[in-house]
């Protein structure tokens, strides 16, 4: 493929290639197609995508294993009066997932409870101890959302006191699944149509179920006298757990988030509402606020704090609750990101010493397994290879999490290496995958990892490059323009934010400002200016470049064009993500 630009080798060393057409001069309506087109959309399909809605991407949930048994069971303990608990996992899909199954439980007459496991005392996923204990306490169905695919041990202890669980989750399965009543989770590996929507988050997943749900009551004529609870209404959990767990945004995802986000502007859940005061939005959520504002605040709770929080923010309709809970989530959140600093610097300095290897995989005694997750993506991110971040504790055992690159399936070698012994427990899905592991085993776990995956890793890295979309002037980059990108989206993992290239430009003034970002107003040869900002990339080659390029050097830029809203202000901006020497 022809570099752009004929770029092969940028600042950051990177060849530039055209994501699909090279966009120049079009028209906004002309630029949208030109998008979705770039975006692996067919023409036929383009008025579906243009604006995806619930009902022009929403499958039938029937076509999912086990979802009807789920609904059925659901459904009796609704007519039944049961007692039924969600027991969710403690990160942003888990919450999510557990609060949209509860809320729609009220609407229909019962009084759900929620049940989040301690990160550090308790560990992923449902316990025997746990799932007995629920039991014992006299729930009569358990719903385990956002994990369960792997739970053997603790469902067959469910299963002997005799408590039906429903398992809804989105991670890999086995070929052998555990005993549970029903296991809908679109990545069974004996799925049929259902493996299309593998993608799905778990708080996907659960709004099927709940719609098969409504339908098996509605069936049953029990809306006759009582009005429906409208599960659109519920389109904001949804949303948020879709983005915070990264998934991919194409087909339904991509209709979850956008209209979820309209949901969200409503300000219909209370919590979110005061979630997002607590995190100084003053606007509607956006796609990027739900993944950098509201979705670790949310997980906050689970990482370092109380693992419930979340959910309990998600579930209130005490408008002065959810101002108390999204405050100290607030505060937890910046006691997170202390943490994860000390633990990045330790994990860093260790990689740095372990040469090229297909996998980054650290370990460290006393680092906080809150944090280990966020860890391992920014070594990804950093390295350009799947990571693995590993805590010690005291006992000498590890609790791990991993991050991945496109075109490497993590989960699948995390659940290879549990069936060859490496591992006390693991899963996951392609980009992520959590595992335990005695610590006399980490090496030999790395040096499973890096044979089993260098060849994927190798390709994967190999076929990096930075993709493009639209070249364009610096007058080009005008509010306007940012409004029909914006007509694309909503952008997220698997559906990327338009990049654009501005040029050729000259840096008239570069400076550094905040925490290492760096600020330039640049010229273009229409004679128009443009200001930009490469965040957090002074003391790198892309920084370096910038402050040093002066005026007489011209340079490309590519990044995402945005509306400086900072203050009130509507002019545009470039965020750089890469630069290369035009002359």
Not at 27 to 45: H, S
Not at 307 to 315: C, E, H, I, N, Y
Not at 409 to 436: N, P, Q, R, S, W
Request: glycine content about 12%.
């Amino acid at each position: 493929m022809m570099p752009a630009l004929s770029v092969t080798h940028s600042i950051l060393g990177q060849p530039w290639r055209w994501r699909g057409l090279a966009a120049e001069g079009l028209d906004a309506d002309d630029l949208v197609t030109q998008l979705l087109l770039a975006r692996g959309v067919a023409r036929e399909a383009l008025d579906q995508h243009r604006t995806p809605t619930i009902r022009g991407f929403m499958p039938d949930p029937s076509i999912f294993r086990d979802m009807d048994v789920a609904a059925e069971r659901l459904a009796a303990a609704v007519l039944g009066g049961e007692r039924v608990t969600v027991f969710g996992d403690y990160d942003v899909d888990g919450a999510t997932s557990a609060a949209l199954l509860i809320r729609l439980l009220r609407g229909l007459g019962l009084d759900p409870q929620a049940y989040i496991p301690d990160r550090l005392m308790e560990g992923y996923g449902p316990s025997g101890e746990a799932l007995v204990r629920i039991a014992q306490g006299g729930a009569q169905l358990i719903v385990t959302v956002d994990c369960g695919a792997q739970a053997f041990e603790a469902l067959d202890m469910a299963a002997e006191v005799g408590v039906d669980v429903i398992v809804v989750d989105h991670h890999k399965c086995a070929s052998a699944l555990p005993r549970a009543l029903a296991l809908v989770n679109p990545n069974r590996l004996d799925e049929d149509e259902g493996a299309a929507h593998g993608h799905l988050a778990a708080v996907g997943v659960a709004f099927l179920l709940g719609a098969a749900l409504l339908r098996t009551l509605r069936t049953r004529g029990w809306f006759a006298s009582r009005p429906e609870p409208k599960l659109i209404e519920l389109l904001d959990l949804v949303a948020l757990g879709t983005v915070a767990d990264v998934a991919q945004l194409k087909g339904l995802n991509r209709a979850f988030v956008a209209q979820g986000l309209k949901v969200m502007a409503q300000g219909r859940n209370v919590g979110l509402t005061a979630l997002a005061r607590a995190a100084g939005l003053l606007k509607p959520p956006s796609c990027t606020d739900l993944g950098f504002a509201l979705g670790p605040r949310i997980n906050a709770g689970g990482r370092v704090g109380k693992a419930d929080l979340g959910v309990r923010l998600l579930t209130t309709e005490n408008a002065a609750e959810a101002e108390e809970i999204a405050a100290e989530l607030d505060r937890l959140n910046g006691e997170r990101r202390a943490i994860e600093a000390a633990v990045t610097e330790a994990a860093e300095t260790l990689v740095a010493a372990q040469g090229n290897r297909a996998v980054a995989l650290v370990a460290g005694a006393g680092w906080h397994p809150g944090v280990i997750g966020i860890v391992a993506g920014r070594l990804k991110e950093k390295l350009g290879r799947p990571a693995i971040v590993i805590a010690l504790d005291d006992e000498g055992v590890g609790k791990g999490s991993g991050r991945s690159i496109a075109g490497v399936d993590l989960g699948a070698a995390v659940l290879a290496a549990k069936d060859m012994g490496l591992l006390v427990a693991g899963g996951g899905h392609a980009m992520a995958a959590g595992l335990t592991v005695a610590a006399d085993k980490v090496d030999a776990l790395a040096d499973f990892l890096d044979e089993r995956l260098a060849a994927g890793v190798a390709l994967a890295r190999d076929d990096r490059a930075l993709l493009l979309d639209a070249v364009l002037s610096c007058g080009g980059i005008a509010p306007g323009l940012v409004h029909a990108l914006d007509a694309g989206g909503p952008y997220g993992a698997g559906w990327p934010s338009p990049r654009v290239v501005a040029g050729p430009v000259r840096i008239i003034k570069a400076d550094i400002i905040g925490n290492g970002h760096v600020r330039a107003v640049v010229a273009g040869d229409d004679g128009r200016s443009l200001k930009t900002i490469a965040f957090r990339q002074a003391e790198s080659p892309l920084g370096q470049a910038l402050l040093g390029a002066g005026p007489h050097r011209r340079l490309w830029l590519a990044g995402r064009a945005r509306i400086d809203d900072y203050n009130g202000g509507t002019k545009a901006e470039l965020h750089i993500d890469d630069a290369a020497w035009a002359d």
